[in-house]
């Protein structure tokens, strides 16, 4: 059964919004990848430098497939590699080269995007019922601590986010370790 608070949040995304919703570790701001004012109102409200890029998150890496370059799958078009594979779902980003529908809002200044298969339920089932991946950046202004609650959200973004899911962060207590997907180098652990 689906929570009516992730349904909502589902069709505001789907609408062009921006929304709040528990993840692993944190609260993310998250909104449709394709749309590029809502990319742009998380850039603002983040105080983020937009070199940097944005985590797209994703309930199964299908979600994910238009956003990457069809160069980094298996001969199938869809498997992941194993070393990937092995690491999702759960908190484990990947950097993979990006495709032509990753914006460069979504990339920053890079040719790879990040992406990651969440094991969070609440987060997944939001990506579902969206039918898409998520933006998944941490709910908090640049150089700030991750907030953890959706009170915490709510009075630091007030009216700025259109929806907060009601909801528990996972048991992380650090963000997603990301990884390069060449070389699998650890960039942040």
Same mark, same amino acid.
């Given at each position: 059964?689906?929570?009516?608070?992730?349904?909502?949040?589902?069709?505001?995304?789907?609408?062009?919004?921006?929304?709040?919703?528990?993840?692993?570790?944190?609260?993310?701001?998250?909104?449709?990848?394709?749309?590029?004012?809502?990319?742009?109102?998380?850039?603002?409200?983040?105080?983020?430098?937009?070199?940097?890029?944005? *985590?797209?998150?994703? #309930?199964?890496?299908?979600?994910?497939?238009?956003?990457?370059?069809?160069?980094?799958?298996?001969? #199938?078009?869809?498997?992941?590699?194993?070393? *990937?594979?092995?690491?999702?779902?759960?908190?484990?980003?990947?950097?993979?080269?990006? &495709?032509?529908?990753?914006?460069?809002?979504?990339?920053?200044?890079?040719?790879?995007?990040?992406?990651?298969?969440?094991?969070?339920?609440?987060?997944?089932?939001?990506?579902?019922?969206?039918?898409?991946?998520?933006?998944?950046?941490?709910?908090?202004?640049?150089?700030?601590?991750?907030?953890? #609650?959706? &009170?915490?959200?709510?009075?630091?973004?007030?009216?700025?986010?259109?929806?907060?899911?009601?909801?528990? *962060?996972?048991?992380?207590?650090?963000?997603?370790?990301?990884?390069? &997907?060449?070389? &699998?180098?650890?960039?942040?652990?």
């Amino acid at each position: 059964m689906n929570s009516p608070s992730l349904t909502r949040a589902a069709e505001i995304v789907r609408a062009g919004g921006v929304v709040a919703y528990p993840t692993e570790s944190c609260f993310g701001l998250g909104c449709d990848p394709r749309n590029s004012a809502a990319l742009r109102r998380i850039l603002h409200m983040k105080r983020r430098a937009p070199e940097k890029g944005l *985590i797209l998150i994703a #309930d199964c890496y299908e979600r994910l497939l238009p956003f990457l370059e069809a160069g980094d799958l298996n001969s #199938d078009g869809k498997k992941l590699p194993a070393r *990937i594979a092995e690491t999702w779902p759960g908190p484990n980003t990947w950097l993979l080269p990006a &495709g032509a529908r990753a914006s460069h809002r979504l990339r920053g200044a890079h040719s790879k995007l990040a992406v990651r298969v969440t094991a969070h339920r609440d987060a997944a089932q939001l990506c579902k019922l969206a039918r898409m991946p998520l933006v998944s950046t941490s709910a908090n202004r640049a150089g700030r601590r991750a907030l953890r #609650d959706a &009170g915490a959200v709510r009075r630091e973004f007030g009216g700025e986010v259109d929806y907060i899911v009601e909801g528990r *962060i996972g048991g992380a207590s650090a963000p997603s370790t990301i990884r390069d &997907g060449e070389s &699998g180098r650890v960039l942040r652990a």
